[in-house]
């Protein structure tokens, strides 16, 4: 029989060198001659009269390598290879079948595992320098500012405990105050465990750019203060950020065909890695853009492939919770990583945004509008999910209350309907998108839309008591949203890929309720006292003035008046922070006019 996406995994040593090879063959049969036959599967959009037996070596060498291990394994003499093309437009199949002995094959092999030799040595060597310029490295100041040593000293101890003490490994939430320098407390422990063989490679995420930056300059002070550490590090950045080729809207531009960076970026890729891993050991979003023009390569993907070779990425969140950005190169099955989780306040609420998902019924209209007049199976595709919509306005108008606003209500249940009609406008926007391929207004807007349904049909099916369906109306707009309430068990899941996790942030209180939402209800959480004399703060509170909104008006020349006086009897400088732009702009007008002595900014 023919058996499909058969795993395959095996060990070869080059050089004692061991190297463990791990994939999936698409297909694995007997034929009629009863050869074991490997059946690679491709899909493509090259027009079927130019697809060749040899358009792409890159696929023969998937399924001949599938074939060594297969070979070795079943201890066969011969085996084929077959490399099967799926045409998407004609849905034409073709398939090509070379024929190999078990000698050709395992030499095959081992002439690909000598070309990668030189890269995997390189790799050792470089680990066992990291690891031991870690174990001499001394922490970059004189002296620890107050409680610096004690979060330093908790973090060491969960990076180097690992999954020793817990099955899912070691979890810590820190909320220690500002000033205290939780950057370098945090990574300079953490750095010093990887050093002693506790943990591969170090993942600092956070929610800002701004304390991406802070990583940045923690890890520039370490070099600086032993500068022969051998210590890689790479800051990913979002790709329309940092892309060189954007359209006429301001996307990045993927296509091999419209993209130069993107065509033959393998065949450039090598040269650029290796002349960024013979440099400087720390690589921002600086040095990628110029690495990228000067080797033509997609400034993003370099990002990506160059953290396989680096000790610590820095970068967002969503590289390791967002379950469609996430680096499936790591995190598609659990690493001996170690995760350092700054502002983590932030995360439940992003966690939140991340597992959650909207609709609205104006994408609908407009796709309906770009293709213009006519019918087809596509306009009656969107026209069955707009009468779902429809029904919904209906609803919304049963609801009582103020509908200045809108009106919403709440399901607790999936909506089923809803996600079956959208699976059902896949087929005929996948077809009508196969067949418009050139870039335009209406090709953007049904991509887009494209992109809308799967983004929901992904969440849809991780709908459980943990989301909950809203359907708000506005006008003639209607918006349904599955929000995920609680993302606990998601984030758990994602904690349980690495070895260790160091929650910090300067507010993370209650710690029972972070860590509730964060699924680590079992973390130990330490909260260290501010550096600071509890002497010199001072708190005064106004009770005679409301600030409500109500009150607002009648409040704003009080407010000038307590500011001044505070200016007045202390020398210095102040902040003062308002509920919102408009109100803070009121109280600015009248405090610059009536006080026009005192300088503001």
């Not at 011969?78 to 070379?98: A, M």
């Not at 953290?307 to 379950?323: A, H, K, Q, R, T």
């Not at 003035?545 to 001044?564: C, E, G, H, Q, W």
């Amino acid at each position: 029989g023919y058996a499909a996406e058969v795993p395959l995994c095996a060990d070869y040593t080059v050089d004692d060198i061991r190297f463990t090879l791990e994939g999936r063959a698409d297909g694995i049969f007997t034929n009629e001659t009863g050869v074991v036959t490997i059946d690679e599967i491709k899909t493509t959009a090259v027009p079927e009269e130019e697809i060749c037996e040899d358009m792409n070596p890159c696929h023969w060498a998937q399924g001949m390598v599938y074939g060594a291990i297969c070979a070795e394994q079943q201890e066969l003499e011969t085996l084929d290879v077959r490399l099967t093309y799926y045409q998407i437009d004609t849905d034409e199949i073709i398939r090509y079948t070379r024929h190999f002995s078990a000698a050709e094959l395992d030499a095959f092999l081992n002439d690909l595992l000598r070309q990668y030799l030189p890269w995997a040595r390189r790799q050792l060597d470089w680990v066992e320098a990291r690891n031991r310029s870690l174990g001499a490295l001394q922490f970059p100041f004189p002296a620890y500012r107050p409680g610096q040593r004690a979060l330093a000293g908790e973090v060491y101890r969960a990076c180097a405990a690992g999954k020793a003490e817990q099955k899912g490994g070691t979890r810590l939430f820190c909320q220690a105050p500002t000033g205290i320098g939780k950057t370098m407390s945090a990574l300079f422990p953490a750095l010093k465990a990887m050093g002693s063989g506790c943990g591969e490679k170090l993942f600092y995420l956070t929610a800002r750019n701004t304390t991406q930056a802070a990583a940045e300059d923690a890890l520039l002070r370490l070099h600086r203060s032993a500068p022969g550490l051998s210590l890689r590090s790479v800051t990913l950045t979002a790709k329309e950020k940092v892309c060189l080729c954007k359209d006429a809207d301001g996307h990045p531009s993927c296509l091999p065909e419209a993209c130069p960076y993107a065509n033959g970026y393998y065949d450039r890729i090598k040269d650029a890695l290796s002349s960024l891993l013979d440099g400087a050991p720390q690589f921002d979003r600086a040095v990628l853009a110029q690495t990228a023009q000067q080797f033509r390569v997609c400034p993003f993907e370099l990002g990506l492939d160059l953290s396989e070779w680096c000790d610590v990425v820095i970068g967002d969140y969503n590289y390791l919770f967002d379950p469609v950005v996430r680096l499936h190169r790591f995190f598609d099955s659990a690493g001996d990583w170690l995760f350092l989780i700054d502002e983590a306040h932030n995360l439940p609420d992003r966690a939140r945004a991340m597992y959650s998902a909207q609709f609205a019924k104006s994408s609908l209209t407009e796709a309906k509008r770009a293709l213009g007049k006519g019918k087809s199976s596509l306009k009656n595709a969107l026209t069955k999910v707009n009468n779902i919509f429809i029904e919904w306005r209906h609803r919304c108008k049963e609801v009582l209350g103020d509908s200045r606003f809108g009106r919403t209500y709440f399901e607790k249940s999936r909506a089923e309907d809803f996600d079956r009609a959208l699976t059902k406008l896949c087929e005929p926007l996948e077809i009508w998108l196969d067949e418009h391929r050139d870039p335009g207004e209406t090709h953007d807007a049904l991509l887009q839309l494209y992109f809308d349904i799967r983004a929901w049909l992904r969440v849809a099916d991780t709908f459980d008591n943990h989301f909950v369906l809203q359907i708000s109306a506005v006008g003639s707009e209607v918006r349904a949203a599955m929000l995920c309430l609680d993302p606990s068990d998601f984030l758990a899941a994602d904690f349980a890929k690495g070895r260790a996790a160091v929650l910090f942030s300067a507010t993370l209180a209650p710690a029972g309720y972070y860590k509730d939402l964060c699924g680590l209800p079992d973390a130990r959480a330490v909260a260290l006292r501010s550096p600071f004399d509890p002497t010199n703060m001072g708190l005064w509170c106004a009770r005679q003035v409301s600030t409500r909104y109500k009150d607002r008006a009648d409040s704003i020349a009080k407010v000038s008046d307590l500011l001044a006086v505070m200016a007045a009897a202390q020398p210095g400088h102040y902040l003062a922070f308002f509920p919102s732009y408009s109100y803070l702009q009121q109280v600015w007008e009248d405090f610059t006019a009536r006080y026009p002595d005192i300088g503001t900014l």
